[in-house]
């Protein structure tokens, strides 16, 4: 599996192919919203007459243009914020783009294969990672789920056991609560937690960073010194620079 995936993500072609879809969607869903509102606003131009002998009719039918259109609005408006999901997708493929810059930089090039040498053992390590992620998961939202309000759902168990999985600063205002009421539960979580991923797996990922680091920049030491054209570089920067950017 990690061999096919390897073939299949080789070169660019990917990111090319899914940034065109989004482009070519956006594009279109655009143009579908610049209609569906000229559509929605040549559909009501004229609200009932409200001066009328029968006040109570145009009332009436006031309040059924008005569920109408809202109905109408509604519907644009998902539309809208479809629009922008789609928008907000193709400028992260966009920047990914950018590495085809970066590739074709005979000092950045190295740096850049880093990622793409690495990318089967960092997929085995990242399912590693949520698998452990999802056992911890678990753990904190059945055991202090039922008193502590950053356990009290999935989702927030989640987010919480994510960010103490990352080693960064973080307030464990919880423990507080976990102490009090499930110590030994509290210990045996945040301690096995703390080793699991901010010793164990924040290390392994560490190693399998620098092993293909020293690999590739021993690659790019021995193309370096056969020598080459450092103005045939600057133009292919240059081109790749423009290429990315049109």
């Given at each position: 599996?990690?061999?096919?995936?390897?073939?299949?993500?080789?070169?660019?072609?990917?990111?090319?192919?899914?940034?065109?879809?989004?482009t070519?969607?956006?594009?279109?869903?655009?143009?579908?919203?610049?209609?569906?509102?000229?559509?929605?606003?040549?559909?009501?131009p004229?609200?009932?007459?409200?001066?009328?002998?029968?006040l109570?009719?145009?009332?009436?039918?006031?309040?059924?243009?008005?569920?109408?259109?809202m109905?109408d609005?509604?519907?644009?408006l998902?539309?809208?914020?479809?629009?922008?999901?789609?928008?907000?997708?193709?400028?992260?493929?966009?920047?990914?783009?950018?590495?085809e810059?970066?590739?074709?930089?005979?000092?950045?090039?190295?740096?850049?294969?880093?990622?793409?040498?690495?990318?089967?053992?960092?997929?085995?390590?990242?399912?590693?990672?949520?698998?452990?992620?999802?056992?911890?998961?678990?753990?904190?939202?059945?055991?202090?789920?039922?008193?502590?309000?950053?356990?009290?759902t999935?989702?927030?168990?989640?987010?919480?056991?994510?960010?103490?999985?990352?080693?960064?600063?973080?307030?464990?205002?919880?423990?507080?609560?976990?102490?009090k009421?499930?110590?030994?539960?509290?210990?045996?979580?945040?301690?096995?937690?703390?080793?699991?991923?901010?010793?164990f797996?924040?290390?392994?990922?560490?190693?399998?960073?620098?092993?293909?680091?020293?690999?590739?920049?021993?690659?790019?030491?021995?193309?370096?010194?056969g020598?080459?054209?450092?103005?045939?570089?600057?133009?292919?920067?240059?081109?790749?620079?423009?290429?990315?950017?049109?």
């Amino acid at each position: 599996m990690i061999r096919y995936l390897e073939v299949m993500l080789d070169g660019y072609t990917i990111i090319n192919l899914i940034y065109t879809v989004l482009t070519i969607w956006a594009a279109v869903s655009y143009i579908s919203l610049m209609i569906d509102t000229f559509n929605m606003s040549s559909a009501y131009p004229f609200w009932p007459d409200l001066d009328s002998d029968d006040l109570e009719a145009a009332d009436i039918a006031r309040q059924e243009e008005v569920q109408k259109f809202m109905g109408d609005f509604v519907e644009v408006l998902g539309r809208f914020n479809t629009y922008k999901y789609v928008v907000a997708v193709s400028t992260l493929f966009l920047a990914l783009k950018f590495f085809e810059f970066f590739a074709s930089s005979k000092s950045m090039k190295p740096l850049v294969n880093v990622l793409v040498t690495s990318k089967g053992d960092l997929l085995n390590f990242l399912i590693i990672f949520f698998c452990f992620l999802l056992g911890y998961l678990s753990m904190s939202f059945l055991s202090f789920g039922w008193f502590v309000e950053d356990f009290s759902t999935m989702e927030k168990s989640f987010v919480v056991v994510f960010e103490i999985s990352l080693p960064t600063f973080y307030s464990y205002e919880f423990l507080n609560e976990t102490t009090k009421l499930a110590p030994s539960m509290s210990a045996v979580f945040f301690l096995s937690l703390t080793i699991m991923f901010l010793f164990f797996f924040t290390n392994i990922f560490l190693a399998i960073m620098m092993y293909s680091y020293q690999e590739n920049i021993g690659k790019y030491k021995k193309y370096s010194s056969g020598g080459g054209g450092k103005k045939s570089e600057e133009i292919s920067l240059i081109k790749s620079f423009f290429y990315c950017v049109i």
